[in-house]
């Protein structure tokens, strides 16, 4: 039996590293959008329908944002953009 370990490449472990770390910047806005809705909602005498509101406006404006950064991402170089969001994200969520 040969038993060979098979071989990743250091490329690959980073490009998986990148990707896992957008994903997980992208799930902690959602979980910080969602922790935030009961306070969104004693400050602004806010109904369930009213807090649906505000989460539809969020998707909308972040899927607005994700296809503008595909088109983006195509001009200026995906690896660039990229770079930039997460700095963007990053002093952003600093500021909030």
Not at 15 to 39: C, H, K, R, W, Y
Not at 47 to 54: K, M
């Amino acid at each position: 039996m040969n038993s060979t370990k098979p071989t990743v490449s250091p490329a690959l472990g980073r490009v998986l590293a990148t990707v896992s770390v957008g994903f997980v910047v992208t799930q902690l806005d959602v979980t910080i959008v969602n922790i935030a809705l009961p306070e969104i909602a004693a400050n602004l005498h806010a109904n369930v329908a009213g807090l649906q509101w505000v989460v539809d406006a969020y998707t909308l404006a972040f899927a607005v944002l994700m296809l503008s950064a595909g088109a983006l991402g195509d001009r200026f170089g995906a690896r660039r953009l990229y770079a930039a969001g997460i700095v963007l994200f990053a002093l952003a969520s600093l500021a909030c």
